[in-house]
């Protein structure tokens, strides 16, 4: 099994840019599909990205669709979420999560059996 720990979050302006990672230890990374979520205070927990384990297939909740990227490198056992065109509305702890299924409804948080502590993301109008 692995662990995760999120990096990257932090405080930026509407329209500005963050790139978060996740360090994932082990040696069975590339088995993994990954994903990322986010929850707002006070708000329900919410799909941003995926990406499967190869050839690196991936999906994005609608209202990250042209403003996010999930990207992953295996040699690196990491994945990475580049958040662009920030809006005041997208601050919110993001997670990382890893879990091993087939690649069906990757949207769905009980798919993944490992997650990370959450990094902060906060946007500023």
């Known amino acids: 099994q692995v662990q995760l720990l999120e990096s990257g979050g932090g405080l930026v302006q509407a329209g500005g840019s963050l790139r978060l990672s996740c360090a994932a230890s082990g040696r069975t990374f590339m088995w993994y599909n990954m994903a990322w979520f986010r929850q707002g205070s006070g708000k329900d927990r919410e799909f941003v990205a995926a990406?499967?384990?190869?050839?690196?297939?991936?999906l994005y909740g609608d209202s990250m669709k042209g403003r996010f990227t999930i990207s992953r490198d295996n040699a690196k056992n990491t994945v990475y979420l580049q958040l662009s065109s920030l809006k005041p509305e997208d601050t919110a702890v993001y997670y990382c999560?890893?879990?091993?299924?087939?690649?069906?409804?990757?949207?769905?948080?009980?798919?993944?059996?490992?997650w990370g502590q959450g990094t902060q993301v906060t946007v500023s109008s």
């Open positions: 999560a890893a879990g091993i299924f087939p690649w069906t409804q990757p949207e769905e948080s009980t798919k993944y059996e490992t």
């Open positions: 990406i499967n384990w190869s050839p690196g297939n991936t």
